[in-house]
């Protein structure tokens, strides 16, 4: 299983599947993170916190607990 954490910078991946329950999981949804969409990884903060990526034509910062519960292909 590969997550969105794993990925390069300036590489755009799918999302397969989104891990985690409850209140997490709803917010990764709400930020346009769902099943099927292409994220594009831009930049990765020097320590890897936050990971900034673009998802449906806008740009989002997601920590790295949160890239971590985002399986992707």
């Known amino acids: 299983m590969k997550t969105l954490k794993e990925v390069k910078v300036g590489q755009t991946v799918t999302v397969v599947k989104l891990h985690g329950t409850g209140a997490v999981k709803r917010r ?5 993170i769902t099943k099927g969409v292409e994220v594009y990884v831009r930049k990765v903060a020097p320590l ?14 997601l920590r790295k607990a949160d890239a971590e519960m985002i399986e992707i292909a």
Do not use: C
């Open 28 to 32: 990764i949804m709400d930020m346009g």
């Open 48 to 61: 890897g916190d936050p990971v900034e990526v673009t998802v449906r034509g806008y740009e989002l910062s």
